[in-house]
């Protein structure tokens, strides 16, 4: 009796031994395929710390495609990128170069148009009187140049579009997961009682 007794214990205990072993080699194999599956997603862009993120995977082209758009028609890589209200901004600048440019055209022929009645001796222009020779002459170089400045900040603001879509495209995309920190600190050294200031980096995986 106390010979099958023992030999139940024995066997008991050997079953709880392999059950718990069993229990943990299976732990284990989860374990390992949690951490794959978190390798393929973080490979695809998207976080996970637990919960998977919402995160879109990261398109390599896109800022390539937004700036394409946004130099074949000003503002459509914004449309792309969904930021709309940033289009009225692109074009009340393009506008407001045109504009400028047009009527700084305008008053500029209107002084070389009198400038040249006055070389050819006609007193009729509507600034005579007025303005002398010298002084047309003069106006027409302010007007030029105030002209190709129009022109050239009205350019700037058509390459800035293109340079702002191409950014915000990789700013959407740049990874700002709690699981990456860059902060400044402040201790107190214990050795001389004095403050240290320095900056930690922290990545968790």
């Not at 009729?124 to 050239?152: H, M, P, V, W």
Request: net charge negative; hydrophobic share 40%.
């Amino acid at each position: 009796m106390k010979n099958k007794l023992f030999i139940l214990i024995i066997f008991s205990i050997c079953f709880s031994f392999s059950a718990l072993a069993q229990e943990k080699e299976s732990k284990e194999e989860e374990n390992k395929a949690l951490k794959k599956e978190k390798k393929q997603l973080a490979d695809q862009g998207i976080v996970i710390d637990g919960e998977i993120s919402t995160r879109e995977p990261i398109d390599p082209l896109t800022p390539a495609r937004a700036a394409f758009y946004s130099a074949v028609l000003p503002g459509l890589g914004h449309i792309h990128l969904k930021q709309y209200w940033k289009v009225p901004v692109i074009y009340a600048g393009l506008g407001a170069g045109m504009y400028f440019y047009l009527d700084n055209h305008k008053e500029y022929n209107r002084y070389r148009d009198a400038y040249k009645r006055r070389l050819a001796g006609f007193t009729d222009d509507e600034f005579y009187g007025s303005i002398t020779d010298d002084g047309l002459e003069e106006a027409q170089k302010t007007l030029r140049r105030n002209k190709e400045l129009s022109l050239l900040v009205t350019a700037g603001i058509y390459i800035l579009n293109i340079v702002w879509a191409n950014v915000d495209a990789h700013l959407l995309q740049f990874n700002v997961d709690e699981n990456l920190t860059f902060m400044p600190h402040y201790k107190i050294n214990e050795f001389d009682n004095t403050g240290d200031v320095g900056l930690s980096v922290n990545f968790k995986f």
